[in-house]
């Protein structure tokens, strides 16, 4: 019998979740079972990564970006259609608001038998001008009326979604974003931890903050500075790491000028080492203004760091307050600082705090679960 193709689609294969989610996807798919596509907009900085991959079927669309560009939108709208009457495939899978907005519609343009979405985190938030926003949500909830299967990341992304009107509750599958638990532990275990020290040009006996993603406004680095200016002023010792790059960081690197944080604020650009940056540090905290679910939250609880984040869509979910790290109101920059010097002074609560991250994520959130989750699903739906 003939294997089901599956081809997935995503807006850019930048360094993040939904993009390693993703290439881990399309890398792991069984190809005993299915045949295996992946089409994404170029520049992205997995984009060798994703060369790299045995028996995967790559292509890029050159329109396909992510801010809205009509012109573009339109052309990769065609390109994505002429793929898919070429290629034939029985399931199209996207990833993120722009694929996963051009993608579906070409799909069921060119008549693909089955159409599923993940939604990594609402391309829409709270933060948009109000047309914008009012578009995006008309638009998600029109293209779901062809969506075959909603796939969320965490539970407060399914009720929000329905709330909104966005599809129905039996279109919603619940598959966690998974985290390859079992390497994380041991590569965190395995740091050599002195030498990192020595590498970034931390003293011993510094504490370590620590965060890891995109400079862009979901992210809000500009808070992120702010609040490590204020833990400062109680805890003169310590260290705010950020590794990433983006749009951002130019406003991020005046803003350390600005509050006089050179020695305090370091920013290592985008790092392979994140085990080992865990390791490291004594605390990891997001200060993200909206996630679906944040998988450096997940990796951070593995490798024993207690959290403190803002309490946005799925981060409940994982960091419970007072038990592994703290979740707070968005915006309160006040009491997120209080928050982290609490944790950082404290040597019984922060040790209460370790013991139950450790604990925190159970075999829901691995990555080869993930995996074979979306296998029985393509299968289902392949059959039907």
Same mark, same amino acid.
Request: aromatic share 8%; with cysteine.
């Given at each position: 019998?003939?294997?089901?193709?599956?081809?997935?689609?995503?807006?850019?294969?930048?360094?993040?979740?939904?993009?390693?989610?993703?290439?881990?996807?399309?890398?792991?798919?069984?190809? @005993?079972?299915? +045949?295996?596509?992946?089409?994404?907009?170029?520049?992205?900085?997995?984009?060798?990564?994703?060369?790299?991959?045995?028996?995967?079927?790559?292509?890029?669309?050159?329109?396909?970006? &992510?801010?809205?560009?009509?012109?573009?939108?339109?052309?990769? /709208?065609?390109?994505?259609?002429?793929?898919?009457?070429?290629?034939?495939?029985?399931?199209?899978?996207? *990833?993120?608001?722009?694929?996963?907005?051009?993608?579906?519609?070409?799909?069921?343009?060119?008549?693909?038998?089955?159409?599923?979405?993940?939604? *990594?985190?609402?391309?829409?938030?709270?933060?948009?001008?109000?047309?914008?926003?009012?578009?995006?949500?008309?638009?998600?909830?029109?293209?779901?009326?062809?969506? *075959?299967?909603?796939?969320?990341?965490?539970?407060?992304?399914?009720? +929000?979604?329905?709330?909104?009107?966005?599809?129905?509750? +039996?279109?919603?599958?619940?598959?966690?974003?998974?985290?390859?638990?079992?390497?994380?532990?041991?590569?965190?275990?395995?740091? !050599?931890?002195? $030498?990192?020290?020595?590498?970034?040009?931390?003293?011993?006996?510094?504490?370590?903050? /620590?965060?890891?993603?995109?400079?862009?406004?979901?992210?809000?680095?500009?808070?992120?500075?702010?609040?490590?200016?204020?833990?400062?002023?109680?805890?003169?010792?310590?260290?705010?790491?950020?590794?990433? !790059?983006?749009?951002?960081?130019?406003?991020?690197? @005046?803003?350390?000028? #600005?509050?006089? /944080?050179?020695?305090?604020?370091?920013?290592?650009?985008?790092?392979?080492?994140?085990?080992?940056?865990?390791?490291?540090?004594?605390?990891?905290?997001?200060? $993200?203004?909206?996630?679906?679910?944040? &998988?450096?939250?997940?990796?951070?609880?593995?490798?024993?760091?207690?959290?403190?984040?803002?309490?946005?869509?799925?981060?409940?979910?994982?960091?419970?307050?007072?038990?592994?790290?703290?979740?707070?109101?968005?915006?309160?920059? #006040?009491?997120?600082?209080?928050?982290?010097?609490?944790?950082?002074?404290?040597? @019984?609560?922060?040790?209460?705090?370790?013991?139950?991250?450790?604990?925190?994520? !159970?075999?829901?959130?691995?990555?080869?679960?993930?995996?074979?989750?979306?296998?029985?699903?393509?299968?289902?739906?392949?059959?039907?």
């Amino acid at each position: 019998m003939k294997k089901p193709k599956i081809i997935h689609v995503i807006t850019m294969l930048e360094l993040g979740g939904a993009q390693g989610n993703t290439l881990f996807t399309v890398a792991n798919l069984d190809r @005993e079972k299915f +045949e295996v596509g992946l089409i994404a907009g170029p520049g992205g900085i997995q984009d060798e990564k994703a060369r790299k991959i045995p028996n995967l079927k790559l292509e890029f669309v050159q329109a396909l970006v &992510r801010p809205i560009r009509p012109l573009e939108d339109l052309t990769a /709208l065609i390109h994505l259609f002429l793929i898919f009457r070429r290629e034939k495939p029985g399931i199209v899978h996207t *990833h993120s608001s722009k694929a996963g907005i051009v993608g579906r519609i070409a799909a069921r343009a060119a008549g693909v038998p089955v159409i599923i979405h993940s939604i *990594h985190g609402f391309g829409f938030n709270p933060y948009q001008k109000f047309f914008i926003r009012w578009i995006f949500i008309f638009l998600e909830k029109w293209i779901a009326q062809f969506t *075959h299967i909603l796939i969320a990341v965490s539970q407060n992304n399914i009720e +929000e979604g329905l709330k909104l009107g966005i599809g129905k509750r +039996e279109q919603y599958v619940l598959i966690r974003s998974g985290v390859d638990i079992a390497k994380i532990k041991a590569n965190a275990q395995a740091a !050599d931890v002195k $030498s990192l020290r020595k590498n970034l040009n931390i003293p011993d006996g510094k504490k370590i903050v /620590l965060t890891f993603g995109p400079f862009k406004l979901q992210k809000d680095p500009i808070s992120f500075v702010e609040i490590a200016a204020k833990v400062k002023k109680e805890i003169p010792d310590v260290i705010f790491l950020w590794s990433g !790059d983006g749009d951002l960081r130019p406003k991020a690197e @005046e803003k350390i000028k #600005e509050l006089n /944080l050179q020695d305090t604020v370091k920013i290592l650009g985008w790092r392979e080492d994140v085990p080992a940056l865990l390791s490291l540090c004594d605390l990891f905290i997001l200060t $993200s203004l909206w996630e679906g679910l944040p &998988r450096s939250g997940v990796e951070s609880l593995i490798a024993g760091k207690p959290v403190v984040a803002f309490s946005v869509d799925g981060v409940p979910e994982i960091v419970k307050d007072g038990v592994n790290g703290y979740v707070l109101k968005p915006g309160d920059k #006040e009491g997120f600082a209080a928050r982290v010097i609490r944790i950082l002074k404290d040597p @019984e609560l922060y040790k209460k705090f370790a013991q139950n991250a450790s604990k925190s994520i !159970d075999a829901s959130f691995d990555i080869h679960g993930m995996v074979r989750s979306q296998e029985d699903l393509y299968t289902t739906l392949s059959r039907k």
